[in-house]
């Protein structure tokens, strides 16, 4: 039998201006094994937008966590690091100069992802963005079904996936015995 190849990946490193670069080619590596190529643009310049924020704002340190996962149809990417302080995209003064070449890094992530959002954990935070993975070319199982929801605590919360067994209308009770909600 043939296995998947992994849908998730993390990578911990200082966020400084020479390692930016190489977990960007990390992430585009991964997307191009996972045959998600459409995705690399979007994804490299989100991972180092989110990175440059580290490397320019994190205290005391720039000690980070990129965390790279395929979940049914999105893709997330999210960057752990040691500050407690959220970020925002903050609305620029009335003085700003229109040229500036920073201070943009959160409205890019929000104008180039489907969703995107910073929460607290342990000492620190997270903040990520998802992207819409276009169409797999394997073919669903007849009676797959995908199962989304929403959260506000966003992706990788507990990193624990329940897999619970649901029914379909005109199935008997034993019949989803072998049936998850994320596979057939």
């Not at 960007?24 to 045959?35: C, D, E, F, P």
């Not at 970020?87 to 489907?114: C, N, V």
């Not at 935070?125 to 929801?149: I, Y």
Request: glycine share 6%; proline share 8%.
């Amino acid at each position: 039998m043939i296995s998947e190849p992994s849908r998730y990946c993390t990578v911990e490193l200082q966020a400084l201006p020479s390692r930016i670069g190489q977990v960007r080619r990390i992430v585009s590596a991964h997307l191009r094994y996972w045959q998600l190529d459409a995705l690399i643009d979007h994804a490299s310049l989100g991972v180092t937008e989110l990175l440059t924020n580290v490397h320019r704002h994190a205290l005391p340190d720039k000690l980070c966590t990129v965390e790279v996962a395929l979940l049914l149809d999105h893709l997330t990417i999210s960057v752990r690091d040691n500050d407690p302080r959220m970020p925002g995209t903050g609305q620029p003064s009335p003085h700003a100069d229109e040229f500036a070449t920073s201070g943009r890094g959160l409205a890019i992530i929000e104008a180039l992802s489907e969703s995107w959002g910073a929460r607290p954990q342990d000492a620190g935070k997270v903040v990520w963005f998802t992207l819409q993975a276009p169409p797999s070319p394997v073919a669903l199982a007849p009676h797959a079904h995908s199962v989304r929801g929403a959260t506000t605590d966003g992706p990788f919360a507990d990193r624990a996936l329940e897999i619970v067994p649901f029914l379909m209308a005109d199935e008997p009770l034993h019949a989803a015995a072998g049936r998850s909600a994320l596979a057939g």
